[in-house]
């Protein structure tokens, strides 16, 4: 079993300017996303079909993205990050097409489960190759402002994107929402089609025992390397963690408040704190006065954590001014935290094997999500909101201590 590496990006082709573009499409495709989840969720219950029939989508899905993301890793590594973020944008330009058409001729909730869950596979592949590629296109220099972007994408999705697919979805319907979606899909498509010197950013990797071969070096490379364990342990941990506080957690603390209203005002809240600590993040180590721009980008980010655990533990003791408050500083916490991972992980992982890392680290947390999401259920129905959230606080507290004194990571930091 062996492996090649080629060269992807020559220097005079890791253009800003040029990986800009690439930002661009996959801003309106971030933005229509979740024109779709509102517009299916609430199809599934206008049309009579249930809960249950809504908990089957969303379950496929999901199931679907992990079994996609699991077979990105090696897709990445040998066709490159570019080709397939063209090609998965194209081909769920035409399954959100198809959905649209479906919703349309009111099919039945087999064929939606179907069409979405083929869209969540694919988008499975897509993220590792979107989190892999400012590694590729990018010099080491301008990797972290390649960062930034791609996580104000996700900000702006959040924050944008919510509001006005639900708006879209309650005034024009789901079948207009859902094609809004198509439509960001083929900007994405199109913008990665029009990057230049796209040749120049093929896949690095062969070998020639071929796809079996490439999951065989990517674990093996995962096996042999102990700070990458350390950290897929402690991400897959905080996304346990956090995955049932804001999917779960804040629907019922919004009960105690004021209802709907509350909850979309604090998820906005979360939104507009991501999207400032994204803005920021490629900035904080140029702040002169700021203590945080003399500590390594490792301890940075298990340190930014620690102090978002108590924004979070206090959500259930609040009034609804104090928590969106506090979600708001958790979210800048977050976004700073989350564009300092993924820059650490592409400058200390060879691009040979950038893309299998990378899909591994969004399967690790895939993979707990559920998990999480149910335990924190289990407790919220035992009347335990405020000890779930504490507890959650605390293992976060502690999980982030483990980070900043575990000796690999310590030598990594150096």
């Not at 969303?58 to 040998?78: E, K, Y």
């Not at 996700?154 to 708006?167: C, E, F, I, Q």
């Not at 005002?265 to 203590?291: E, N, T, V």
């Amino acid at each position: 079993m062996t492996e090649t590496s080629r060269t992807t990006s020559p220097p005079e082709v890791r253009s800003f300017r040029n990986f800009r573009v690439l930002w661009l499409g996959q801003l309106f495709s971030s933005i229509g996303s979740p024109f779709q989840t509102i517009a299916v969720s609430l199809w599934i219950l206008e049309t009579g079909r249930g809960a249950s029939a809504l908990a089957a989508v969303l379950a496929v899905g999901t199931i679907s993205q992990l079994i996609g993301t699991l077979f990105s890793g090696p897709l990445v590594d040998r066709l490159g990050a570019l080709s397939i973020i063209l090609h998965c944008d194209a081909l769920r330009c035409a399954l959100a097409g198809l959905l649209a058409v479906a919703l349309l001729l009111e099919s039945d909730t087999v064929a939606v489960i179907g069409l979405v869950s083929a869209s969540s596979a694919v988008g499975g592949v897509f993220l590792p190759a979107l989190r892999s590629a400012p590694g590729v296109l990018l010099s080491e220099e301008d990797r972290p402002r390649g960062n930034s972007l791609m996580e104000v994408s996700n900000s702006t999705s959040m924050l944008v994107g919510a509001l006005a697919g639900g708006m879209t979805v309650a005034f024009v319907g789901p079948v207009p929402a859902v094609g809004f979606n198509a439509a960001g899909f083929a900007v994405g498509a199109l913008c990665a089609a029009l990057m230049k010197h796209r040749s120049a950013f093929g896949g690095t990797t062969a070998s020639t025992d071929g796809m079996a071969g490439l999951v065989r070096e990517g674990l093996a490379f995962v096996r042999r390397t102990g700070w990458l364990r350390t950290l897929l342990l402690i991400d897959a941990t905080l996304d346990l963690v956090t995955a049932g506080q804001l999917s779960v957690g804040l629907p019922a603390i919004s009960r105690q408040l004021t209802g709907a209203s509350s909850l979309g005002l604090m998820i906005a809240g979360f939104g507009a704190g991501s999207l400032m600590g994204a803005l920021l993040a490629s900035r904080l180590p140029r702040i002169p006065f700021l203590p945080l721009r003399r500590i390594h980008p490792l301890r940075r980010v298990y340190l930014l954590q620690l102090l978002a655990a108590p924004f979070l533990g206090v959500l259930p003791l609040s009034t609804l001014p104090v928590a969106t408050v506090c979600l708001v500083v958790a979210g800048v916490l977050n976004a700073i935290a989350s564009v300092h991972y993924v820059s650490i992980i592409q400058r200390n992982v060879d691009s040979a094997v950038l893309g299998r890392v990378m899909a591994l680290l969004v399967a690790a947390g895939l993979s707990v999500q559920p998990l999480g999401q149910i335990l924190c259920g289990v407790l919220i129905e035992g009347g335990w909101l405020r000890e779930s959230f504490a507890a959650g606080a605390l293992v976060m507290v502690l999980v982030c201590a483990l980070g900043l004194t575990r000796r690999n990571l310590r030598e990594l930091a150096h």
